[in-house]
């Protein structure tokens, strides 16, 4: 109620931190689990990928399943968001703004990934694919719950639209998709390697100063 | 990574062509008009393996092409990757290559029907060539004499070549069924097959199944089963065949000749040994047909042992002679004892017999901790 409000405004103000929006006393703490339940959900999905990407690149055969394959990333292939970042940026984002791009890429990655061969391969490949999607339109629910809980918008224009945006022409030919899914995938990597730290960092960031300060006072 | 701009490097021609296994292809890749490199720059592999030189020309001085003798099948479904390289390594352009056979008809078209509710079908494809290349089965089915063309699908629900029609059935006319198969180098259409639901039908395992012991019968085990219950309501007789095994060992023996009752007596089984049982089910002349249906698959396995015979090994005396037997040895040995320790009759007494006795239990359990008794 008001005093949990009251509370909380006299913690934003000795503990110096971002301006606290008005909320009860659960959202911090529901906030704190979710940032741990997506942070495991992003190792789970560095863990499926693994096979994932192995089975799929040996679809596409040699040389793309070679372990030291590196093509030339086209022009066209820009529009897969990129994981990579300056660090002293990366450092110095917003816990709005790392959550955002997080919740970005993921739902703009889900796409394409599901834009990926749908005759490919075996049936077990293709299920392997659907059980991915499922477990990373998972990671993108979780994310938007860690923004909300935490009062961030989220982004617009990121909703399931369609797999590539407007003027970007549709690939040309087979093996240029085939470069394009190579960076796909080694994109989709990338992230969570990524999403792992601003996971650990937002971690650390949500107060736990807040949560056991509130515990002493309900001894009261 | 090098970042190209939006015009490629280089073109390939032929980009993405289909074609036959056997054939041969020539490939040319031109560098794009702005590139500092020619063609002497340049080098082909396929599928990650550098092409030989001596299959290289140069045609003008920004096309290198390759020549490609008697293909074989693609390594992948995907496509063989045919890749022209800038003499650094660098990838310059890219072509897939689809080389298969066009699909056979398919055949072995097999059906069943689960209960009557719905129809499983398999088939095989026609020929191992056409897994070079994706090809795409559609199975089609009609009603004989009328009705217009269904396609079933759900796939690969009994393997890759299957497909599972779920309802909407109708009993007592013929369907005609065929799968269809279609590549980029072709269509196959199979012969039709033609069947009817109510000769193709199979059913759930036995339910209930108990073995249990006959008495204290060694050699018999008694096995007992309830019809399968999804087709209680249909008239028709149920077959039933019962195998069993002992435990370490994979071969099975089968009985055949169970009919149509629910229970039957293993017989000729070894003593104290565990068996394992499976029962299934035949859904024989339903509705009056004269046709035998598909067997169900087994139940699962019920185990059950046979009781362990009285006479343990080495043990030949029947039980009831063991006593008398015991104390006519005993004396046997005590008279053989007098002769040699007791001169004359006239030292034999009850205490004679108690010293001999005290002797027999020493010497016995000497005998014991040496090793078992020869008996």
């Known amino acids: 109620g008001d005093s949990w409000g009251i509370f909380a405004f006299l913690c934003a103000a000795l503990c110096h931190l971002p301006a606290v929006p008005a909320l009860n006393g659960t959202d911090e703490l529901g906030a704190g689990q979710s940032i741990q339940k997506t942070y495991d959900l992003t190792r789970y999905l560095e863990h499926q990928l693994r096979t994932l990407a192995g089975t799929y690149l040996n679809y596409l055969g040699p040389p793309f399943n070679e372990p030291d394959f590196n093509p030339p990333r086209l022009a066209r292939a820009e529009r897969v968001p990129s994981a990579t970042v300056d660090l002293e940026l990366w450092r110095g984002l917003t816990d709005n703004a790392r959550l955002a791009a997080n919740y970005r890429a993921y739902s703009r990655l889900l796409c394409y990934l599901r834009g990926l061969d749908g005759q490919a391969g075996t049936a077990e490949l293709r299920h392997s694919l659907g059980h991915f999607c499922s477990s990373l339109q998972g990671l993108v629910v979780s994310i938007a719950g860690v923004m909300s809980s935490l009062g961030y918008p989220l982004p617009a224009g990121t909703a399931a639209g369609p797999p590539a945006p407007a003027g970007t022409p549709a690939t040309p030919n087979d093996f240029l998709k085939k470069m394009d899914d190579f960076w796909l995938l080694k994109e989709l990597q990338t992230w969570l390697w990524r999403s792992a730290k601003d996971f650990n960092r937002l971690k650390k960031k949500v107060p736990p100063a807040v949560v056991t300060l509130r515990l002493e006072a309900r001894g009261f | ?375």
């Not at chain 2, 169900?296 to 042992?305: C, E, H, I, R």
């Open chain 2, 1 to 375: 990574f090098p970042l190209f701009p939006a015009a490629d490097p280089a073109v390939i021609s032929p980009q993405d062509p289909t074609l036959l296994i056997g054939s041969s292809l020539t490939a040319t890749c031109t560098v794009s008009a702005g590139s500092r490199l020619r063609a002497q720059d340049l080098y082909w592999t396929l599928n990650g393996r550098r092409l030989p030189a001596a299959s290289y020309a140069a045609l003008g001085a920004t096309t290198l092409s390759v020549a490609l003798a008697r293909l074989n099948g693609s390594k992948q479904q995907s496509g063989d990757n045919l890749v022209c390289h800038s003499r650094d390594g660098g990838i310059l352009a890219g072509s897939c290559l689809y080389v298969g056979l066009p699909p056979e008809k398919p055949v072995n078209i097999s059906c069943w029907s689960k209960n009557m509710k719905d129809l499983t079908c398999t088939w095989a494809p026609g020929t191992e060539g056409e897994t070079f290349l994706h090809t795409n089965y559609t199975l089609k089915y009609k009603l004989r004499w009328y009705g217009r063309d269904n396609t079933c699908q759900e796939y690969h629900t009994a393997g890759p070549y299957s497909c599972h029609i779920p309802k909407d059935l109708a009993l007592f006319t013929p369907y005609e069924i065929w799968v269809e198969a279609s590549n980029r180098l072709g269509v196959a259409v199979s012969d039709v097959v033609m069947l009817d639901i109510l000769d193709v039908v199979t059913t759930d395992p036995p339910a209930d199944v108990h073995v249990s012991r006959v008495g204290d019968l060694e050699d018999q085990l008694s096995v007992r089963w309830s019809s399968p219950p999804a087709l209680k309501d249909f008239l028709f007789q149920a077959k039933y065949q019962i195998q069993y095994r002992v435990e370490d060992s994979s071969e099975w023996k089968v009985v055949d000749d169970v009919g149509n009752q629910t229970s039957c007596r293993l017989a000729g089984l070894r003593p104290g040994t565990v068996y394992f049982v499976q029962v299934r089910c035949n859904p024989f002349g339903i509705y009056g047909s004269k046709r035998a249906g598909i067997w169900s698959d087994w139940s699962n396995p019920t185990a059950a042992s046979t009781p362990r015979s009285e006479r343990a090994a080495g043990g030949c005396e029947p039980k009831g002679g063991e006593q008398n037997s015991t104390l006519r040895r005993e004396l046997k040995q005590f008279f053989g004892w007098v002769k040699k320790h007791a001169y004359g009759c006239s030292n034999l007494s009850i205490k004679l017999y108690d010293q001999w006795r005290v002797w027999l239990q020493k010497s016995h359990k000497a005998r014991n901790q040496v090793g078992k008794d020869p008996f």
